[in-house]
């Protein structure tokens, strides 16, 4: 939950470690919950800033 450090997780590094350095990456979100889910039950957000990244 956004503004609630208890029920949030920065996955940044999780993110970077499945892209590489791939041009293109896909896989589960769910699979971030691996390492543990601050907040069960709850609909997650993941939004992804990419940079130097072209269409």
């Given at each position: 939950?956004?503004?609630?450090?208890?029920?949030?997780?920065d996955?940044?590094?999780?993110?970077?470690?499945?892209?590489?350095?791939?041009?293109?990456?896909?896989?589960?979100?769910?699979?971030?919950?691996?390492?543990?889910?601050?907040?069960?039950?709850?609909?997650?957000?993941?939004?992804?800033?990419?940079?130097?990244?072209?269409?």
């Amino acid at each position: 939950m956004p503004n609630d450090a208890s029920q949030s997780r920065d996955v940044t590094a999780e993110v970077q470690a499945k892209i590489g350095t791939s041009d293109f990456a896909r896989f589960p979100v769910s699979d971030l919950a691996a390492n543990g889910d601050p907040a069960v039950g709850i609909v997650k957000t993941l939004s992804v800033k990419c940079h130097g990244w072209e269409n």
